[in-house]
């Protein structure tokens, strides 16, 4: 696995030659002879720095607000924001700048998932929240519901819009066990509005499920369908375990 700092740190660098590229007027690179060993470890850092800036989509940047970085980094200058929050803050920007390319990508992808939802949202008996989750209650259950301190175990089928099944307990002839709050968000909020030995169907979108992530057979950007039931309640993460 690769150094995390080492990667933070080498795109700061490649910011430089990738600026520099970018302001070709001043200086013709082309024409830089490479031929000392301290000029190949410079021209080989530059070409893999390079090579980073394309693959973490960096095709815009600040050339002074850059140049000033460097040089106050390179002179120890106290006033720079420790590591953590820089390389936090470039690590954000990246994945970002990622997933606005993967959305442009899959743009039609997301449409058909969008009107599928807007369709659905009008047949009889689908429940649309605030936060976009769409739910039909099959079977209304009596139980208590769940808090999101609680393990559950619960039934399920997870398809795609396009029927595509990507994992079921039912056929593994299983119940799966949860803790509610370690599951995506639009099944997190569901499950805390079910009643044990509820059975429902629930619509999660992209922004409530895995977003632009691929998971397994899971698309990126992809509306999700459970069909769900909650077969019981099976301990509550507050209280101690004997």
Known sequence: MKNKKFIYLSLIFFSVIFAQCQNITKKDYSKVKVSSELD????????????????????????????????????????????????????????????????????????????????NSKKEGVITLSSGLQYKIITEGTGPRPASSDQVKVHYTGTMIDGTKFDSSVDRGEPAVFAVSGLIKGFTEALMLMPVGSKWTLYIPETLGYGGRPQGAIKPFSTLIFDVELLEIVQNQDQPQE
């Open 40 to 119: 190949t470890v410079s021209y080989y850092l530059g070409a893999l720095w390079g090579k980073q800036a394309v693959a973490n989509k960096v095709t815009e940047l600040n050339y002074d607000a850059l140049i000033k970085g460097f040089e106050q980094a390179f002179n120890n200058d106290s006033t720079i924001p420790p590591d953590f929050a820089v390389s936090m803050y470039l690590n954000q920007y990246v994945s970002k700048k990622y997933e606005a390319t993967l959305r442009d990508e899959n743009k039609e992808y997301i449409e058909n998932n969008e009107q599928f939802l807007a369709d």
